[in-house]
């Protein structure tokens, strides 16, 4: 049943095995939970990635099914977005094969639409609250005077509708009208699927799991990988431009499979696949001495590499393959607190999960990067609830750190 799915979709919409495989191991790097994975994103796809050099802009165009829920769709686009903010600047299109929308998908997008807004009038500052109405693919909203119908018209209406384009959605026409529309935004917000942001927060969870195992599993080498020489990111070409053999290459990706294998002569061999989701190749290094065959164990699926060699015709794989001779680990910049110590803050207005649609980071996440920060103490506000305490109690004898409850 699952063959006869897959080759209907690839002739709707021509998604070759290649890109299956790819958007599969890009959701693996961005630790999308597997129950969002097999609801939302079964038979869908990277079109293609469109990389701008000179601005660093990595384009991504997906394929889905359907039309995401909202909040699936903000956790994809925050994935990405902070997994390669190191690297580039990424954004999305989405493209879904079944294009039926309900207006409740409308409306649930609509504060997400406005987000994407690049400027928004003074005075609509408040759009994100509005009501809008819906009849079939056509828009309606009210505002208060002619003058602001005509603003609206001709600073928001284009936008708006290509944010929605991005997300998956058909074109839409606009009526604007002159009405009050502003409501109370506790309204919205009771509308919001509670399913949703149960997943928002499991989805984290399984994040903080999985970085305590990566961290448990770390050989003791402090700072980026670096074997070989620096590599220059000016030198660094896509994959999907290698069509023959080169001398010396740079490539960057991310890493999704690793073997490690030592010869009779003794030596290290380290094999690692490697995509930057335009194409994938496979990569070679052999150690040169026992420093090497410590740094080369320390190569592990997840990480993002720069990696420099030639690339030769492997006689065994039988495709082009990359034997590296220098190899340097791409890390994101963390936020540090400046201040000298005895002059840290203390944040006094801290929400937790346990304060209903306002947090989704834990209480023992918070209080370790409070502590990673330098900060002596750390307040707990939550909204009439006391079931974060037990939590904070223990990450803060972990860490050393005051709770103010």
Known sequence: MWELEKERWNCMYSLSDEQYNRFSILLEQLQIPTEIRE??????????LVVNKGTKQWYFHLKVPAILPVSVYELLESKLISSFSHIANVSMMIQVGNQTVTPEDIQHYWPLVVKKIPIIPPIFHNMHQWKIHISGTKIEVNVRTDIEVTTFQNKCVASICDAYQSCGFPYFQFSVNSGQCIEDMKKFKERTDEEDRVRILQAIDEKEKREKEMESDTSGISGPLIIGYQIKDDDIMTMSSIIDEEKRKTIQGYVFHVETRELRSGRLLVTFK???YTDSIMV????????????LKSIQKGMWLKVRGAIQNDTFVRDLVMTANDI???KPVERCDKEPDGEKRVELHLHTPMSQMDAVSSVSRLVAQAKKWGHEAIAVTDHGCAQSFPEAFGAGKKHDIKILY
């Open 274 to 276: 490697i995509t930057d």
């Open 39 to 48: 609801q939302y994103l079964q038979n869908s796809g990277i079109e293609k």
């Open 328 to 330: 340097n680990e791409v």
């Open 284 to 295: 070679k290094v052999f150690s040169r001495d026992k420093e090497d065959i410590v740094l």
